[in-house]
Nanobody
Framework: QVQLVESGGGLVQPGGSLRLSCAAS????????MFWLRQAPGNGLEWVSS????????YYTEPVKGRFTISRDNAKSTLYLQMDSLKSDDTAVYYC????????RGQGTQVVVSS
C-alpha cells in the first residue's frame, strides 16, 4: 500500500530555513506527480507545491514563491521541500501527497516558525 513518511520539521526562527523530506513506497514514485500541502492551526488543508514525475515542471502557491523549492530524487523515491526565509505564517503541519487534494498523504511533519 502507499506509504508516505515526512521528516525534517521543527522549530525555527523567522528568516530561517528547513528542509523537509518525504520517503515514498508502495507505488511507482518515478511515474507520479507529487505534492506538498500544509494545514495551519484552525485552517483547512492548503496546497503548497507540485512537481512533475521527472521534475520538469514545478508549481507553487503564491505566498511561498521565491522562498520554497520542491525537488525529488527518483532513485531514492524521496520528495523534498526546501523552505527559506520562513515566516510565522508558514507555521503548519506539512504533508506530502500523491494528489493535490491530499487524499493520499503522510502523517505530516510540524513546522513552527517563531522567535
Amino acid at each position: 500500500q502507499v506509504q508516505l513518511v515526512e521528516s525534517g520539521g521543527g522549530l525555527v526562527q523567522p528568516g530561517g530555513s528547513l528542509r523537509l523530506s518525504c520517503a515514498a513506497s508502495g507505488f511507482t514514485f518515478r511515474d507520479s506527480w507529487m505534492f506538498w500541502l500544509r494545514q495551519a492551526p484552525g485552517n483547512g488543508l492548503e496546497w503548497v507545491s507540485s512537481i512533475s514525475s521527472l521534475a520538469s515542471h514545478t508549481y507553487y502557491t503564491e505566498p511561498v514563491k521565491g522562498r520554497f523549492t520542491i525537488s525529488r530524487d527518483n532513485a531514492k523515491s524521496t520528495l523534498y521541500l526546501q523552505m527559506d526565509s520562513l515566516k510565522s505564517d508558514d507555521t503548519a503541519v506539512y504533508y506530502c501527497a500523491k494528489d493535490y487534494q491530499g487524499r493520499e498523504r503522510g502523517q505530516g511533519t510540524q513546522v513552527v516558525v517563531s522567535s
